[in-house]
């Protein structure tokens, strides 16, 4: 579903630019996350993929490390994240979606598709799968030019 009105949607989605441009400018994929609990921010990422040597280090999954932890210590030892949003500046490929399952996240909102990797509206389609046992509120295409053209740009400067 493509979602482009929501103002508090717009200003944690700007959020996660900025985040996804500064790991441009580190040299890493540029994907920035934020989660959300009761329009405060909980947790932010970017990529870190090449900085940490580690396939797992996407922006989404240590956001989603932080605000268990975060939560965590302000709640008292659950590691859902029940109630919160996550906002994220492309689709989530399938290792974070099913990440995205296991912690229970209410809502994701993304930025750009991503027909190759993505793991949402397009490939695996985790959410969609059987045995997928919880299934957020989807949206995609939330700043999708901006952050379209930020991996585009990116991209093209790897290649030469």
Do not use: W
């Amino acid at each position: 579903m493509r979602i482009t009105g929501d103002f508090m949607a717009q200003g944690f989605m700007a959020q996660a630019l900025a985040l996804a441009e500064a790991a441009g400018a580190a040299g890493e994929v540029p994907v920035g996350a934020v989660v959300v609990e009761d329009g405060r921010v909980l947790a932010t990422a970017s990529n870190r993929v090449e900085t940490d040597s580690d396939p797992t280090a996407h922006a989404e999954i240590l956001a989603i490390r932080a605000a268990a932890k975060a939560r965590s210590i302000q709640k008292g030892g659950t590691p859902r994240l029940e109630g919160c949003d996550l906002y994220v500046t492309l689709e989530p490929c399938a290792m974070c979606a099913q990440a995205i399952a296991f912690a229970r996240l209410r809502r994701v909102y993304f930025a750009a598709y991503d027909p190759k990797g993505g793991g949402v509206e397009h490939g695996a389609k985790i959410f969609s799968q059987p045995s997928c046992n919880h299934r957020p509120e989807v949206y995609g295409g939330i700043e999708e030019q901006r952050a379209g053209e930020m991996l585009r740009a990116f991209f093209r400067s790897q290649r030469g």
